[in-house]
């Protein structure tokens, strides 16, 4: 099971994302820089939280149209299943690769705090760890992290099954239309999802709640 | 407009530049002729207080510096402290108040990258920070402005750079009205053989400007950061400074691959006074000349004099001194971040800083008197007004005082602020605000953990400075052990006013000694500081406000204490009190927050009763004993009881001693005391074998369990209840 992680200046869940991959897949991902036309064979790619190129753009906008993420959309389009949290989210929007937009909180202030989701969607290749209906723990940490769909779309992705993570219980922190946290593209290759499950996965987390998700994709693909 | 460089040098210009013209005269005196405009530039950059010291030096000469831990104390970008396994925590803490009031939201982000940049000048990766902040009276109409930029200042840097936010201080007072006070505190991990210094070393060797380019912003920074306020502050905004995170990370990671390339052979980051500051301070440290080529200095805007170059507080820039071998490797380096390599300069065997700019020598100055010949004063200070003793103590049921208490502004729960601030990024935070300290666990290794904690009662400190900065120190040595961390060593942020008022200089004196003996007492030596003056607009002047930053070592995470009651039925536990449990309400959170009064001495600190409890309470939680554990401080034993129940959401039954006040008991704030829980099966054998010996008291005063709090006879409060008043505060206030 081989694993890259994406990498652009401003991005600083990097580290973060690598240490999760490393201790739950057994292997340090490898990993693609911003310039890179080419991604090394793998079966995941992971983009990373962050403020790539400070985010003073729309977010994820510069990043979106630099050379490696033409290389995510290449492997994406073969199947290769893509993961993007938070920042990473925001640049698989801005790339074309899932549907929808991600405005400023509803508060207008960055968020920290731990929410809980319901797991939409349990049949997907990045949620087969988890039950339907499940509710786990998951921080966020974000300031534009607040999904928006036109009707049309938001009837497609909710009618699909693409919605696969929801906020539970009123703990939406930003506003999000009908409480998405997570979506799928159609394919259901690749996931963007604003929470951190990096930030859940072991003691010293206190909690493992975000650990089924590098579960279920590190083990599907295997 | 561009102002030539040989301007007459009028009585006007010199004070403008804040020189006084007995100041002026040494100048004279030093190069044996009149200097040039840019020449003027550099020694008032070189001689304000901020980057002088010049009224402080004389007082933080006496401060503990060493201990068997430190590794580098002050006098670099930040203090280095051994915390074994070859590794070392890197810690300053910094004031940005100034530019804050007049800019919050630049003024705060800068501060915060300041001190980011003084972390890994020296080789550390920033693991976590801190910011203690203070405020103007809530009512003030300029407060809630205030609190909403700085807030979103600090986080909007921090969170985009990418460190955890793991604690800090808000609080309000009417003495912050007109000045308040945004202390920055950042501590990173290093290998401690590879921290890097400012000295430069070898003569001919290039100096490289490494970074963001030079901009107008910031042009004479450090000389307003020196200066009082007035209504005419307004005006004064185009001094502070634009932060731009964005760079800032780059700079961090090509900073660390380029000293992991070995190419680096001094580093100073561009702080205060920028070019003029770091370039002096790399040669002047190295016994070596410096030369200047501004000519290729990168800019970001036209037509930049001399005087501006030299002068810029552009943020995001380091100076260094590069192995010449490794140039091409270096500027690969920074390529690849996308950032401005130039070099800009060489090393002189001459000991003359000279500076060239279009074919001109704007200066030649004698590179180490720059520094070693500033000005420094011992000025006059008046011994401070012993406080009157405490009058009459109004009287109010404890179950009707503690919801206004953990309700009111300066004891509510600062969650508004803190979740604006990123506390987990880095996957390392163990405790984030709320607790007694910040705990971040160190990467890679299997169960060590840094404790961080800031700390000052700039009440205490008014009443009696020798005192207030005593306690500022036992307080922070207190959060640290109350999480199971030995405390290791501590930074100093010294705000006060104007040190030519001798009351002000009275404060300042003492509040150094206070701290100094403290220091001393407790094994917390100091390896890193910064002093803020001239804190007074209008000729008022602030609460005087050492705020100290501390560090602490858990050897074993797993054991560590958090405030929170781990589960009900369990003994609650009074350590290191007095017979009555608590005593002393003069400048208490109870007088002030509830009857609007400020009056009495602040509690006495004994510091050899804070090291003995200490130690007895540090051995309890590293010996898996103690449940849970909370440091009392503002509000006493009662919110010390709130705050651990709250935290847990378990209440608690506690007694009262016979014929006490309760008043005193449940709210007096006398010191060195803390609160344990132990499981009943552990608490016979504890209060009968373990207590005894210690020389420490241990009461067990109550038991945890049940949706409340009850306290003596008071009625009973719901924890529910508490929590709505002690979270609603701060959000109610900001209006949302």
Redesign the interface.
């Known amino acids: 099971m081989k694993s890259v992680v994406v990498l652009l200046p401003g991005l600083n869940r990097d580290r973060d994302m690598i240490a999760a991959l490393t201790k739950i897949g057994g292997r340090p991902p490898a990993t693609a820089w911003q310039t890179d036309t080419e991604i090394p064979d793998a079966d995941l790619i992971v983009i990373p939280g962050g403020f790539s190129f400070g985010d003073y753009l729309r977010c994820g906008a510069i990043a979106a149209r630099m050379p490696v993420m033409r290389a995510v959309a290449k492997k994406a389009e073969k199947g290769v299943k893509v993961i993007g949290v938070c920042n990473g989210f925001q640049i698989l929007l801005e790339a074309g690769l899932l549907p929808g937009a991600l405005m400023r909180n509803a508060s207008l202030r960055f968020v920290c705090r731990e929410v809980k989701l319901e797991v939409a969607n349990a049949d997907t290749a990045f949620t087969r760890s988890y039950a339907k209906g499940q509710i786990i723990r998951c921080p966020v940490a974000h300031h534009d992290g607040n999904y928006f769909a036109d009707e049309e779309t938001l009837a497609r992705i909710e009618g699909e099954g693409q919605v696969v993570f929801r906020y539970a219980e009123g703990t939406n922190p930003n506003g999000s239309i009908n409480d998405i946290a997570g979506i799928v593209n159609a394919r259901g290759n690749v996931l963007g999802l604003m929470p951190h499950p990096e930030n859940l996965i072991e003691a010293a987390h206190g909690g493992t709640d975000g650990r089924p998700l590098f579960e279920s994709v590190l083990g599907a693909a295997a | 407009m561009t102002i030539r460089n040989d301007i007459p040098i009028t009585e006007d210009l010199i004070a403008a530049h804040g020189l006084k013209p007995d100041e002026y005269q040494r100048i004279l005196d030093l190069i044996g002729r009149e200097p040039s405009f840019t020449e003027l530039g550099i020694f008032s950059a070189m001689w304000n207080e901020h980057c002088s010291y010049k009224s402080s030096k004389k007082w933080l000469r006496t401060l503990p510096t060493e201990g068997p831990r430190v590794i580098q104390g002050p006098g670099e970008n930040a203090g280095v402290v051994d915390i074994g396994d070859g590794q070392a925590v890197v810690f300053k803490m910094e004031s940005h108040n100034h530019p804050s009031y007049i800019e919050p939201y630049q003024g705060a982000a800068t501060g915060v990258g300041g001190i980011l940049r003084d972390v890994f000048t020296m080789g550390a990766r920033p693991i976590a920070a801190m910011n203690a902040l203070r405020f103007g009276e809530p009512d003030h109409p300029k407060t809630r402005h205030l609190v909403s930029g700085v807030v979103?200042g600090v986080?909007?840097y921090g969170?985009?750079?990418?460190v955890p936010t793991v604690g800090g201080e808000v609080q309000f007072d009417a003495r912050y009205n007109g000045n308040i006070l945004v202390n920055a505190f950042a501590a990173g991990l290093a290998d401690a053989n590879a921290i890097f210094y400012s000295r430069a070393e070898g003569v001919g060797l290039p100096v490289v400007y490494l970074g963001a380019k030079t901009g107008r912003d910031g042009v004479g920074g450090a000389t307003m950061a020196s200066a009082e306020f007035d209504d005419s502050i307004d005006e004064k905004r185009p001094t502070v400074q634009v932060g731009?995170?964005?760079?800032e990370?780059?700079l961090l990671?090509a900073c660390l691959e380029l000293m992991a390339s070995g190419a680096v052979i001094a580093i100073q980051d561009m702080g205060a006074a920028g070019l003029t500051c770091s370039a002096v301070e790399m040669g002047a440290k190295g016994d070596l000349g410096i030369r200047l080529d501004l000519d290729k200095v990168p800019v970001r805007e036209e037509r930049m004099s001399a005087y501006e170059m030299m002068l810029s507080e552009s943020q995001e820039r380091m100076l260094m001194v590069l192995r010449p071998e490794k140039e091409e490797e270096a500027k690969g380096i920074f390529r690849k971040?996308?950032l401005d390599f130039a070099v800009v300069g060489e090393t002189t065997d001459d000991l003359r800083f000279r500076v060239f700019h279009q074919g001109e020598e704007v200066a030649d100055l004698p590179i180490k008197k720059l520094g070693d010949e500033a000005p420094e004063y011992d000025r006059p200070w008046t011994e401070p007004e012993a406080p009157a003793p405490l009058a009459d103590v109004p009287a109010m049921d404890v179950a009707d005082a503690l919801p206004k208490l953990v309700g009111s502004p300066n004891l509510s729960s600062r969650r508004w602020v803190w979740?604006?601030?990123?506390?987990?990024?880095?996957?390392?935070s163990?405790q984030i605000p709320g607790g007694d300290a910040g705990v971040v666990?160190v990467e890679d290794h299997a169960t060590k953990a840094l404790a961080f904690s800031s700390d000052v009662n700039p009440r205490y400190c008014e009443a009696d400075p020798y005192q207030g900065g005593k306690q500022a120190v036992a307080e922070c040595w207190r959060n640290l052990t109350a999480t199971g961390a030995l405390p290791l060593a501590a930074t100093d942020n010294l705000n006060f006013g104007n040190p030519e008022r001798p009351q002000i200089m009275g404060q300042f004196v003492r509040a150094v000694q206070g701290i100094g003996e403290a220091c001393r007492a407790l094994d917390f030596p100091i390896v890193s500081g910064n002093v803020s003056l001239y804190n007074e607009t209008n000729g008022q002047g602030i609460l005087p406000t050492p705020t100290i930053a501390g560090v602490g070592l858990i050897d074993d995470?797993a054991r560590m204490a958090r405030i929170g009651f781990a589960a009900e039925g369990e003994a609650i536990v009074l350590v290191g009190a007095p017979a009555r449990w608590g005593t002393h309400l003069g400048q208490s959170a109870y007088m002030r927050e509830l009857f609007g009064r400020n009056d009495g001495p602040p509690p006495p600190v004994d510091l050899a009763h804070e090291r003995k409890a200490g130690d007895f309470v540090r051995a309890l939680i590293r010996d898996g004993l103690a449940t849970a554990c909370h440091d009392l401080s503002d509000g006493g034993l009662a919110v010390a009881l709130a705050e651990m129940a709250m935290a847990a959401g378990i209440g608690a039954t506690v007694n009262r001693p016979d014929g006490a006040d309760p008043a005193a008991t449940f709210f007096g704030e006398d010191q060195g005391r803390y609160l344990v829980t132990l499981s009943r099966a552990d608490v016979e054998r504890f209060l009968e074998e373990i207590a005894p010996g210690s020389g420490v008291s241990a009461v067990w005063i109550g038991t945890t369990g049940g949706p409340s709090l009850k306290l003596g006879e008071a009625r009973a409060i719901s924890v529910a209840e508490l929590k709505a008043a002690h979270e609603g505060w701060f959000a109610g206030f900001m209006g949302?």
């Open positions: 979103s986080g909007g969170n985009s750079f990418g731009d995170p964005f760079t990370k780059c990671e971040w996308g979740e604006q601030y990123d506390t987990l990024i880095q996957g390392n163990l666990r995470w949302n």
